[in-house]
């Protein structure tokens, strides 16, 4: 049996498009979404992703007017949504550890927490000019079940990991071949569809070069697999996404 995937949105935020696109002067602010996927198999459920912790909330909500959460938007009730708890997940495939993609690594202390090496080793020992997205409380969970990787890995028949760092120095996606059709959830490969369209590299940004690269090589394994790439914080994107309890199958 093929997986299913489900959409699982964790708030709002707002950013500067000097933020979303590199080389981009505007300071014009944009609200976008903050998105967990859940893939549901036959033998494993695997999050990608675990948003913001809900510690962040309150300061994002008094600094950022474009903030939205609430209640529901809490990761725990949105699994809910699609009838889990956090020990229901055995595997969570974090794409990389900045606050509003890893803040919910702690409700998994009996999952597997899936991430690359180097970029594990960035997070906890990251340069003055990049610290500011890191918050070493989200992932410096000694006791809980990490798993330090390098490169690809198939965690189960029909779902891969595929680095694509650029953005992160260990940034990864997820492919996901459903039976409609595979799906490459892009993590912040690619914030919004004109990143993949236009190969445009975020603004937010390690190493332009190899963001460049990997926006390329996530187009040309669809393009192989005839799927499609689904992109992280775009909000007309997101308008369109199927809601729990309906998924993508």
């Not at 033998?43 to 809900?54: E, N, Q, Y």
């Amino acid at each position: 049996m093929a997986p299913t995937l489900y959409g699982l949105q964790n708030g709002f935020l707002g950013i500067p498009r000097s933020m979303l696109f590199y080389g981009e002067p505007s300071a014009e602010r944009v609200q976008v979404p903050v998105v967990c996927w859940v893939i549901k198999t036959p033998d494993t459920v695997i999050l990608f992703d675990a948003g913001f912790s809900p510690r962040a909330v309150p300061g994002l909500l008094r600094t950022d007017p474009l903030a939205r959460f609430t209640e529901e938007d809490l990761l725990v009730h949105r699994l809910e949504s699609v009838g889990l708890e956090p020990d229901a997940v055995d595997v969570v495939v974090l794409s990389h550890l900045h606050y509003d993609h890893a803040g919910g690594a702690f409700l998994f202390p009996k999952s597997d927490l899936v991430v690359q090496h180097d970029e594990y080793a960035n997070a906890l020992h990251p340069p003055a000019f990049y610290a500011q997205y890191y918050y070493r409380k989200n992932f410096d969970l000694p006791d809980y079940r990490w798993r330090l990787i390098e490169g690809d890995l198939e965690i189960v028949p029909g779902v891969t990991i595929l680095r694509s760092e650029g953005h992160t120095p260990g940034h990864q996606s997820l492919l996901v071949e459903l039976e409609s059709r595979p799906i490459i959830l892009a993590g912040d490969c690619c914030y919004w569809q004109e990143h993949i369209e236009k190969e445009r590299v975020p603004g937010v940004v390690w190493d332009p070069r190899q963001a460049l690269h990997s926006i390329k090589r996530l187009k040309t394994i669809a393009r192989l697999v005839r799927g499609r790439i689904f992109p992280s914080h775009d909000p007309a994107f997101w308008e369109t996404v199927k809601r729990p309890p309906d998924g993508y199958r």
